[in-house]
């Protein structure tokens, strides 16, 4: 099978093991250059899907998508295009998709080899998901269950564990329940031998024994007691119905009262019923209350009902989401990755993979941009398996916010794309969310048109979201995107719009939204030519992330906290050096890791990360000097620093020229080729230190990098006017950031 991608052009030669700097390098400069040619954006796919197979970093196959896109924007049917979208789609985690992608691709090449291969692919991703075969299998399941055929029950059961468990739980039980309620006593005992009969086939392929212990509550109560449990399954029932269309408000009280119906009862059915109600806390902002909830829930089940597995995994995961959206990471990460765990063991993929995705969400927040990748195409497949469409959509909803973190505009509406196609009809509110969010994108990539279109759509709907929760949120969501729309044509009302939208997740307890939304108020600011309010909330953005930071635990995780705000970081120090070198260095020096410094600072009770300028000047001798380098939207910033001055390079480095270069060198140095060597080794030399311009009394030099600047032989660099090294001209020391440099 051909994973590498159909190509139209020689442009993607160089895509083969060892060469792979060159062959994302060659298709995508080739793209840039023929931006109306939809064969050089083919061959730039194919070259970043060969990328993401031979280096592992699936973040790639986002580009190889958005490549595919711009390709078919200029050639809807181009074939080449259409077949490395589909292997695309099947790498991202989404063979459902991809069938989809094969047969538009077999529509227009139906008799190549490709189209072989496409029917192979096609064959093999048309397997239909969990939820449509247990709904085909559900009424053998019950006919099974009433005729006592234990072995087909358990069969059933053991193919689809969490679906048995969910029905048996909702719908059986509060079947039961209406029944009672309403005096059909024959079609109670029909639902009830249903749910019994599913509660043993679990506890025998899987262990679980929840539903079990549920249908034993119903079948050894009073006459009393079981009148009590049939109104509260019945309520149950309708309580569920209310939450899965995110009614939370009317949902919440009906789970606080059969919580104490069900416990009146001893029925196991008091857990989840607080479970919900908690969920629903939740998602109705009052998020401390939630935890504290959930975590006395934990504790209960710990002490009380430890084979109650699903049920605990459960209450981990809506921890997880309040431990999230405090900021509090490693609470959070700790928790989804033992419900991961544990759902995975009891065979339920579609909670399995709700758990993966969150964990996927907190890789993000912490810079760790392929393990989230992988993390998250694990999730999709999960997700696929189950079925459960909803999930599919909140992950791509969470990759477009890594997208735009990483600065992949046009592969964030890429996935948006994906993610508004695939919202079941109906779902308002995620597809107001979707909207919304292509809205804010079609905006920063010039499409106003579309931004105004998506936004409109999206308000339009706002009023007929029922959960004032729900439309608070959105609400918020819709003032931020209004914000961005409007922002250069109306930057004070945009200012105006951010505050109404920070008001509104504050109300919620949304912490984690913060940052961004000062970010976008900082830049209202810079329109209007109010560089102190900017820079004022640019600070604040920076100690709203750091304060997430603060959560985490590990140090070697909290270094890399701040890479994934690279654009908040990147428009501070803009900012900040146009102002003076010593605001554009301090800056600098807050986006640089500091688990080292915390820790040297727990050890001497000082607190070295928040060194001032002059005292870093101080530890330089008057024979060295420091070179610090920050990035700075598209260009690199490079600041001096030596004992009598702080002062900027007298131009400013382009980023992508750089990042070129040193992906170059790095494919020349693996290949052996010295002369490319070289000649990559004297273009950084003229892009990074020529413009630097260090004093001639300079002998020690200390280099301060950032992100792939790190990778840069610093002392290997070679000036092309004499044909000296870096490191025959000075003593050379690297840091991590300047205040971590010691002359001891």
């Given at each position: ?33 023929a ?45 080449a ?24 691709f ?13 029917r ?49 739980e ?103 019923a ?22 006395s ?41 033992q ?58 909803g ?46 920063d ?167 001032p300028i002059?005292?870093?000047q ?5 024979d ?24 900027q390079?007298?131009?400013r ?37 020529r ?54």
């Amino acid at each position: 099978a051909r994973e590498s991608g159909m190509v139209r052009s020689p442009a993607v030669a160089p895509a083969i093991p060892g060469h792979f700097g060159r062959a994302a390098d060659g298709p995508a400069a080739a793209a840039g250059a023929a931006p109306g040619c939809a064969a050089a954006h083919n061959d730039g796919a194919a070259a970043w899907l060969a990328l993401a197979i031979a280096t592992e970093k699936p973040s790639r196959l986002v580009d190889a998508l958005r490549e595919c896109d711009a390709a078919l924007r200029i050639a809807p049917s181009d074939p080449a295009a259409l077949f490395n979208r589909a292997l695309v789609l099947d790498r991202l985690g989404l063979p459902r998709r991809a069938a989809y992608a094969w047969r538009d691709f077999l529509k227009r090449d139906a008799s190549s080899a490709w189209a072989d291969e496409a029917r192979q692919r096609l064959h093999r991703d048309i397997t239909s998901a969990d939820i449509t075969q247990f709904a085909a299998l559900r009424p053998a399941m019950e006919r099974a269950a009433i005729e006592d055929d234990v072995i087909d029950v358990e069969r059933i059961a053991r193919r689809f564990p969490q679906q048995a468990r969910t029905w048996g739980e909702t719908e059986y039980l509060g079947r039961w329940g209406e029944s009672v309620v309403q005096g059909r006593a024959y079609e109670a005992e029909h639902w009830l031998r249903i749910a019994e009969a599913i509660g043993h086939a679990l506890v025998a392929t899987n262990g679980e024994p929840y539903l079990h212990d549920a249908a034993q509550a119903v079948l050894t109560a009073n006459d009393e007691q079981r009148a009590h449990l049939a109104t509260a399954h019945h309520a149950y029932r309708r309580a569920r119905q209310l939450f899965s269309r995110l009614s939370f408000a009317e949902a919440e009280p009906r789970f606080r009262h059969v919580a104490g119906l069900f416990a009146g009862a001893n029925s196991p059915m008091a857990y989840v019923a607080r479970h919900y109600a908690a969920s629903c806390a939740y998602e109705q902002g009052r998020r401390a209350e939630a935890r504290a909830t959930l975590r006395s829930l934990l504790t209960e089940l710990e002490q009380s009902a430890p084979a109650y597995r699903a049920l605990y995994a459960q209450a981990q995961q809506e921890l997880a989401l309040c431990e999230a959206a405090g900021g509090h990471w490693s609470a959070s990460m700790a928790a989804n990755e033992q419900a991961a765990r544990t759902f995975g063991a009891l065979g339920e993929s579609g909670n399995q993979g709700f758990a993966t995705d969150m964990l996927a969400d907190a890789w993000d927040f912490l810079g760790q941009t392929e393990m989230a990748w992988r993390t998250r195409i694990e999730a999709l497949r999960l997700f696929d398996k189950a079925g459960t469409t909803d999930r599919v959509a909140h992950a791509l909803g969470s990759a477009v916010d890594a997208e735009l973190h990483r600065g992949n505009r046009w592969g964030a509406l890429s996935l948006l794309a994906l993610r508004v196609g695939g919202i079941a009809p109906g779902d308002v509110p995620r597809l107001i969310d979707a909207l919304l969010r292509r809205a804010h994108v079609e905006a920063d990539v010039g499409d106003a048109g579309g931004a105004w279109r998506d936004l409109k759509l999206a308000t339009s709907k706002l009023a007929t979201i029922a959960d004032p929760a729900v439309r608070q949120q959105l609400t918020a969501l819709a003032s931020m995107t209004e914000a961005a729309v409007t922002r250069r044509s109306d930057p004070r009302g945009a200012i105006s719009l951010v505050g109404r939208a920070m008001e509104g997740h504050r109300l919620l307890d949304r912490r984690i939204f913060f940052p961004t939304l000062l970010l976008e108020r900082a830049r209202a600011h810079r329109d209007l030519g109010d560089r102190a309010a900017a820079k004022a909330d640019y600070s604040d953005a920076i100690d709203a992330l750091d304060y997430q930071r603060a959560s985490v635990a590990g140090a070697e995780i909290r270094d890399v906290v701040f890479d994934a705000a690279p654009a908040l970081f990147a428009e501070a120090i803009d900012l900040a050096a146009t102002q003076s070198a010593t605001d554009a260095l301090e800056i600098m020096e807050r986006s640089r890791a500091r688990g080292l410094l915390e820790s040297l600072d727990a050890a001497t009770g000082s607190k070295s990360f928040l060194m001032p300028i002059g005292a870093i000047q101080a530890t330089l001798s008057p024979d060295m000097a420091m070179v610090e380098y920050g990035f700075a939207g598209t260009t690199i910033v490079a600041v001096v620093v030596t004992r009598d001055e702080v002062r900027q390079a007298s131009v400013r480095i382009d980023l992508q020229s750089a990042a070129r270069a040193a992906e170059r060198l790095r494919a020349a140095i693996d290949g052996h080729r010295r002369a490319e060597i070289d000649t990559e080794l004297a273009a950084l030399y003229d892009q990074l230190l020529r413009p630097v311009d260090i004093p001639s009394t300079i002998t020690r030099l200390i280099i301060v990098p950032d992100r792939f600047l790190q990778t840069v032989p610093f002392s290997a660099l070679r000036d092309r006017r004499d044909g000296t090294y870096l490191v025959e001209r000075y003593e050379l020391t690297d840091a991590p950031r300047a205040a971590v440099w010691s002359p001891g």
